[in-house]
């Protein structure tokens, strides 16, 4: 019986590739050592699945920055800002296509698909000239080989690449980016080749899309694809490989129509209509690669659950026919529990990180074939038992709280209109009213005394002196630089939801728990594997010192309910909403207690709501109703003069304005200068918002710094379209991975260009 891994983390069980990067970055090692470090991560990533048993081995899901960007790498499709002269694609315009220079900005960043991963969107146009520059996929293959190992080469799909692409600067915004299909199939029939030449038996072509609600000419698009690269492809053992969700019944009759196809790949896990569908038909002679180990969360598969559903596919394929997979790459989850010495013995028997999950695989592989490994089998149904008997996971108060909460709907009793007018009499802000997103720079400094502190090397009392000092900095810069309303800067915070979860009963946490959001920057997900609830405030002590060394207004800073859920390993065992009650719950007490405290302006952060939106739209009314409920519910019982703001990350929320309008939040400060202002055409296309609004007003994933000049350029676009009463002027988001020699200029930059347009609108009265 075969086994199959969709794709594997490459940041390394240490976050090994992380500080090779940002050490590139930075100047302090070579490209030569960058290369070392990255070969060496793919060595082991090969050797650990080729010794585990497994067949079919991917290679190129290894990426510098993002899968995405290496097929742009890949298509030659470089913007024509990055000065590129053609030849082989290198790391300069490569880290610049990512991350922008000190001359252009980045390309866009968005998400990939719902989960927390980011990629690098596409430019594309008629006049992108299409060229074969980059050789990493064959490159990877034959590095692979040359260890001894015989990979299956995976590739972003031609289709999922165009549809996942936006129009080019100065491009019809409706240009119909298929269109372009016949322009990158000839480039993907070049590594086609190429890849054949150098021994590769097989290839597997990722097309997530198909998961999506596509229109007829977009599935058309596969048909046209699959059956051009057909004589090319010939000779090869051809995967195509969908994940996150259902595939609809058409895009399904599509897929399994590919004559050039010799495999599919499907979702089990979050997928599980798909079942279904394949009960009632799958056609003969191909393969069906079951994705039943799920590479989304990091809970240890119900072994026993899974052999089941494989044995009746197994009725339906053909035993020769089913291949033992992953839901989807475990780039989304953790790499080892090996690394994981302190965390808790009976919790983490109920885990399995991405090095567990190829084991699981191999296990349900062998178990089909004839050869259960019983040992293995009896301990994984022992964990699964403990699991769902352990008392640690149910609070009866919790879940009778959560469950009042279903029939009724939190709304604050005042319009927002009369909040804010309330609001401006307490606060008496100017116009254009300047402030942060929340965190300030991270420094080598401070994360050393948090991780002293950690270590119990230095007294509690040094430790709040030290992180005092820190937020007295950061209230100093901000009142030199006159923002209008301030931040603590979130010194004593390592991450905006591992810190509440920290704070929160029915939550655990890893010391290497870390999975890749975009480029450099990893995340380490709290475990949620309980009812949630909140032994003692969690930020009042904070909030109230930084609000204690200021007359501005100092903003409370939380994490909202959806984004604590969208951002942490959640339990399986109870519907999502049920556990984002929960937290709502304990956020309503934080903010009920910060305002007691004094605190007048408080930021609910749901950076994550957006994410969390399923693929298919007929779910998305469920979902959308449930989370702005969540939200409302942590604010519902604050007086009119309590500001409450909340702030969104990189996503497209044009789509969903109308649930962003119904979470009644004061003022919103939105992601909106990395995607082209992509969320001021929302407003030009007659939607009215009536509560205070920040689209950001530069981006700060890039060390770029933007002048007064384009700063008040961007701030015009906004007027044109929003009233000056309700318009905030603000970065992107928290400036945590900047330096202050980037932070400090940029934020004088945005408030003269503020001044600048305060004195430009008083002089037009």
């Known amino acids: 019986m075969a086994s199959h891994i969709v794709g594997y983390p490459r940041m390394g069980p240490k976050r090994e590739l992380k500080f090779a990067l940002e050490s590139f970055w930075d100047g302090k090692s070579s490209a030569e050592d960058l290369e070392k470090v990255s070969a060496d991560l793919r060595a082991s990533i090969w050797k650990q699945m080729s010794e585990a048993g497994i067949k079919y081995i991917p290679s190129n899901t290894f990426a510098y920055y993002d899968q995405v960007l290496d097929t742009t790498a890949m298509l030659g499709a470089v913007p024509s800002r990055y000065n590129w002269s053609g030849g082989e694609i290198g790391f300069?315009?490569?880290?610049?296509?990512?991350?922008?220079?000190?001359?252009?900005?980045?390309?866009?960043?968005?998400?990939?698909?719902?989960?927390?991963?980011?990629?690098?969107?596409?430019?594309?146009?008629?006049d992108v000239k299409f060229s074969y520059a980059s050789h990493k996929a064959?490159?990877?293959?034959?590095?692979?080989?040359?260890?001894?190992?015989?990979?299956?080469?995976?590739?972003?799909?031609?289709?999922?690449?165009?549809?996942?692409?936006?129009?080019?600067?100065?491009?019809?915004?409706?240009?119909?980016?298929?269109?372009?299909?016949?322009?990158?199939?000839?480039?993907?029939?070049?590594?086609?080749?190429?890849?054949?030449?150098?021994?590769?038996?097989?290839?597997?072509?990722?097309?997530?899309?198909?998961?999506?609600?596509l229109e007829s000419h977009q599935l058309d698009a596969f048909t046209k694809a699959y059956a051009e690269l057909e004589s090319t492809l010939s000779g090869l053992n051809v995967i195509v490989e969908t994940y996150f969700a259902d595939v609809p019944a058409a895009a399904y009759k599509t897929l399994t129509s590919l004559s050039a196809v010799s495999g599919f790949g499907f979702d089990l896990v979050r997928g599980t209509?798909?079942?279904?569908?394949?009960?009632?038909?799958?056609?003969?002679?191909?393969?069906?690669?079951?994705?039943?180990?799920?590479?989304?969360?990091?809970?240890?598969?119900?072994?026993?659950?899974?052999?089941?559903?494989?044995?009746?596919?197994?009725?339906?394929?053909?035993?020769?026919?089913?291949?033992?997979?992953?839901?989807?790459s475990l780039l989304h989850t953790a790499v080892d529990l090996v690394n994981e010495p302190k965390l808790d013995q009976e919790i983490k028997s109920w885990l399995a990180f991405a090095a567990q999950k190829v084991l699981e695989v191999n296990a349900l592989a062998k178990a089909l074939a004839g050869a259960k490994?019983?040992?293995?089998?009896?301990?994984?149904?022992?964990?699964?038992?403990?699991?769902?008997?352990?008392?640690?996971?149910n609070n009866e108060a919790v879940q009778k709280a959560a469950a009042a909460l279903k029939g009724s709907d939190h709304r604050r009793a005042t319009d927002v209109t009369a909040r804010?007018?309330?609001?401006?009499?307490?606060?008496?802000?100017?116009?254009?009213?300047?402030?942060?997103?929340?965190?300030?720079?991270?420094?080598?400094?401070?994360?050393?005394?948090?991780?002293?502190?950690?270590?119990?090397?230095?007294s509690e009392e040094e430790y709040v002196k030290s992180i005092k000092e820190e937020i007295n900095r950061v209230v100093k810069l901000q009142e030199e630089l006159d923002i209008d309303v301030?931040?603590?800067?979130?010194?004593?915070?390592?991450?905006?939801?591992?810190?509440?979860?920290?704070?929160?009963?029915?939550?655990?946490?890893?010391?290497?728990?870390?999975?890749?959001?975009?480029?450099?920057?990893?995340?380490?997900?709290?475990?949620?594997?309980?009812?949630?609830?909140?032994?003692?405030?969690?930020?009042?002590?904070?909030?109230?010192?930084?609000?204690?060394?200021?007359?501005?207004?100092?903003?409370?800073?939380?994490?909202?309910?959806?984004?604590?859920?969208?951002?942490?390993?959640?339990?399986?065992?109870?519907?999502?909403f049920e556990t984002c009650y929960q937290i709502a719950l304990a956020i309503k007490d934080e903010v009920e207690d910060l305002?007691?405290?004094?605190?007048?302006?408080?930021?609910?952060?749901?950076?994550?709501?957006?994410?969390?939106?399923?693929?298919?739209?007929?779910?998305?009314?469920?979902?959308?109703?449930?989370?702005?409920?969540?939200?409302?519910?942590?604010?519902?019982?604050?007086?009119?003069?309590?500001?409450?703001?909340?702030?969104?990350?990189?996503?497209?929320?044009?789509?969903?304005?109308?649930?962003?309008?119904?979470?009644?939040?004061?003022?919103?400060?939105?992601?909106?200068?990395?995607s082209d202002e992509k969320l001021l055409s929302v407003f030009r296309e007659g939607v009215k918002y009536g509560a205070g609004i920040g689209p950001g007003v530069y981006d700060i994933h890039s060390p770029r710094i933007p002048s007064t000049e384009?700063?008040?350029?961007?701030?015009?676009?906004?007027?044109?379209?929003?009233?000056?009463?309700?318009?905030?002027?603000?970065?992107?988001?928290?400036?945590?991975?900047?330096?202050?020699?980037?932070?400090?200029?940029?934020?004088?930059?945005?408030?003269?260009?503020?001044?600048?347009?305060?004195?430009?609108?008083?002089?037009?009265?």
Request: with cysteine; proline share 6%.
């Open 710 to 765: 384009e700063i008040a350029d961007r701030i015009n676009k906004m007027l044109a379209v929003l009233e000056t009463n309700i318009l905030w002027v603000n970065p992107d988001c928290g400036l945590k991975t900047r330096k202050y020699t980037e932070v400090k200029p940029a934020l004088e930059n945005m408030v003269s260009a503020c001044k600048l347009l305060r004195t430009q609108l008083a002089s037009a009265k």
């Open 595 to 674: 305002e007691k405290a004094g605190i007048t302006v408080i930021q609910i952060d749901e950076a994550a709501l957006r994410e969390g939106l399923p693929l298919r739209k007929s779910e998305h009314a469920f979902y959308l109703d449930w989370a702005v409920h969540s939200f409302r519910i942590t604010n519902v019982g604050v007086v009119d003069t309590t500001q409450i703001h909340t702030h969104m990350c990189y996503s497209n929320f044009n789509d969903i304005i109308h649930s962003i309008i119904n979470m009644d939040a004061d003022v919103i400060t939105i992601e909106n200068s990395r």
């Open 486 to 576: 301030l931040v603590h800067g979130e010194p004593e915070r390592n991450d905006m939801v591992e810190y509440f979860g920290e704070q929160l009963s029915g939550f655990a946490f890893t010391a290497n728990g870390w999975v890749q959001s975009y480029g450099s920057r990893c995340v380490k997900p709290p475990i949620i594997y309980g009812d949630v609830s909140r032994p003692n405030p969690m930020t009042v002590f904070w909030s109230t010192a930084a609000q204690s060394m200021t007359k501005r207004p100092m903003k409370g800073m939380l994490t909202g309910p959806v984004t604590i859920l969208n951002w942490s390993f959640v339990r399986n065992d109870q519907p999502r």
């Open 273 to 328: 209509q798909t079942l279904e569908l394949i009960k009632g038909g799958f056609p003969a002679g191909k393969y069906l690669f079951a994705g039943v180990v799920d590479g989304r969360n990091i809970w240890a598969n119900d072994l026993a659950a899974s052999l089941a559903v494989l044995e009746s596919l197994e009725g339906i394929v053909g035993k020769d026919k089913l291949v033992v997979s992953t839901s989807c």
């Open 373 to 393: 490994d019983q040992a293995f089998f009896s301990a994984n149904a022992a964990a699964q038992a403990s699991r769902k008997s352990s008392p640690r996971v």
């Open 92 to 126: 300069s315009t490569y880290f610049s296509m990512a991350r922008g220079n000190a001359s252009v900005p980045a390309m866009e960043m968005t998400k990939w698909f719902d989960t927390n991963y980011h990629f690098i969107v596409p430019e594309l146009g008629p």
């Open 138 to 213: 064959v490159n990877e293959y034959k590095e692979a080989k040359a260890l001894g190992v015989d990979t299956v080469p995976v590739l972003v799909g031609p289709v999922t690449y165009l549809l996942l692409s936006k129009p080019a600067k100065g491009v019809e915004k409706n240009f119909p980016l298929l269109s372009l299909l016949d322009k990158v199939l000839p480039i993907y029939k070049e590594v086609i080749v190429e890849l054949k030449a150098a021994g590769a038996s097989s290839i597997q072509f990722d097309e997530p899309t198909l998961v999506l609600d």
């Open 420 to 458: 804010l007018d309330a609001q401006q009499k307490k606060l008496n802000l100017p116009i254009l009213p300047t402030t942060t997103i929340g965190s300030f720079p991270q420094t080598i400094e401070l994360r050393r005394v948090r991780r002293d502190y950690k270590a119990k090397k230095i």
